[in-house]
Structures are given as structure tokens and as C-alpha cells.
């Protein structure tokens, strides 16, 4: 059965940088064909893609926020690691992490997701 | 980057109704479209892809229309647990992107 669960919820200052750890289980993040993604759902916002790796380490990320996000991933603890710099208040919602379905770049399993606050 | 504008933001209905949700694509994304169910502090379902493609497990009162860029979600016979929001997204190019949303509520 294949889960993922995402760091506890985290409070950050302006400007400061958000690190959120995924772990996931009941698969490889190794395995062909595999992709581990962040989406946020901000208060009054579609939910927005933001970063994907795939089993070959291959990266992508959302173009208008390329320049703030990293994504990498552990892959002897099965975790898939997200940082986020120079947050601000607008970062504020609830970040999910999510599997891909094999070759279709859609999302079929998911965490519950953390709270992100951004506040001084 | 591809829009996505789902009709309408809300809409009210009642238990054993049959509802039509749409969205609506910027441009030709043939049938690179997912769609999923979110309900507050439990983690998105996914429900169905490539248009109107059943994900395994979910069921068949969901029911997925469309290509190119005009898209329906149905769903027949509304039951307790589908009062939730429903986000259309697409996977035509690397840039992936969602609707806003509709929230069926019950009337």
C-alpha cells in the first residue's frame, strides 16, 4: 500500500527558508517510472504544482516559482525533501506531497498534507 | 501556461441528485486531464485521468467527459461522501496546473 507523509506542521519567519520532508512507503523511489510532487493549496487559491522528481533524478519545477524551490530526495530513507527560500505570507496553505501515476503526470496517491504559516 | 476555469465555484444539491461539473481548458490539451475530490484535513482522491478514465477503486456513479478543451465531471446519485471540492487539473505540458475548484454543498 503505498503512503506518504509529510513533516509536521512549521511555522516560518519572512524571508526565512521552508524545508518539508515527505516520507513515502510502499514503493521505491527508484522504480521505473516513478515520481514523488509538492502541491499547495494557499486560503482562496487553486491548488498549484510545485516540484517533481522522477526515478532517474530528473527535476521539474513549476517556471514561476523555479527560482525558490529545491527538490531532492533520500532514497535509503525513502524520503523526497522540498526547500522553499525567501518565503512570505502569500507561501501560507497546506503542502501536500504526492505519487505519480506511473506514466500518466497525474497524482494518485497523497499525504493528508502540512500546515505552512508564514508570520513574523 | 495552461488555464484552467471551473463552472460554477459552487453548487448546491441533494442527496441521490445527478450534478455536472465542468472545466474549461486555455488551449488544446486533447485528453491530458485528471481530476480529483478534496475534503478538509483528509488527503486528495484521486479520481479520474486521461479524461474519463475511472482510477481503480473509484465508483462508477463518477463518470468523466471530454478532450480538446472543454471537460464534465458527473456525478449520479450524489451520496454523503461526495459533498466536497473537485479540482480538474491538467498534464498536457511539464507545467502542470489546477482549476480553482468547485464545492458541492448540500442544499
Known amino acids: 500500500q503505498i503512503t506518504l507523509k509529510e513533516s509536521d506542521f512549521t511555522v516560518v519567519k519572512p524571508t526565512q527558508t521552508l524545508t518539508l520532508t515527505c516520507v513515502v512507503s510502499?514503493?521505491?523511489?527508484?522504480?521505473?517510472?516513478?515520481?514523488v510532487g509538492w502541491v499547495r493549496h494557499s486560503p482562496g487559491q487553486a491548488l498549484q504544482w510545485l516540484a517533481l522528481?522522477?526515478?532517474?533524478?530528473?527535476?521539474e519545477y513549476n517556471p514561476s516559482l523555479g527560482h525558490r524551490l529545491s527538490i531532492r530526495r533520500d532514497t535509503s530513507r525513502s524520503h523526497v525533501v522540498l526547500t522553499m527560500t525567501n518565503m512570505d505570507q502569500v507561501d501560507t496553505g497546506t503542502y501536500h506531497c504526492a505519487h505519480r501515476r506511473g506514466n500518466v503526470d497525474a497524482f494518485d496517491f497523497w499525504g493528508r498534507g502540512t500546515a505552512v504559516t508564514v508570520s513574523s | 501556461e495552461i488555464h484552467l476555469t471551473q463552472s460554477p465555484s459552487t453548487l448546491s444539491a441533494s442527496l441521490g441528485d445527478t450534478i455536472t461539473l465542468t472545466c474549461r481548458a486555455s488551449q488544446n490539451i486533447d485528453t491530458y486531464l485528471a481530476w480529483y475530490q478534496l475534503r478538509p484535513g483528509e488527503a486528495p482522491k484521486f479520481l479520474i485521468y486521461g479524461a474519463s478514465i475511472l482510477q481503480r477503486g473509484v465508483p462508477s456513479r463518477f463518470a468523466g467527459r471530454g478532450s480538446g478543451t472543454n471537460f464534465s465531471l458527473t456525478i449520479n446519485t450524489l451520496q454523503p461522501d461526495d459533498f466536497a471540492t473537485y479540482y480538474c487539473q491538467q498534464y498536457e505540458n511539464q507545467f502542470w496546473t489546477f482549476g480553482q475548484g468547485t464545492k458541492v454543498d448540500i442544499k
Open positions: 522528481i522522477y526515478w532517474d533524478d530528473t527535476k
Open positions: 510502499g514503493f521505491s523511489l527508484t522504480n521505473d517510472g516513478v515520481g
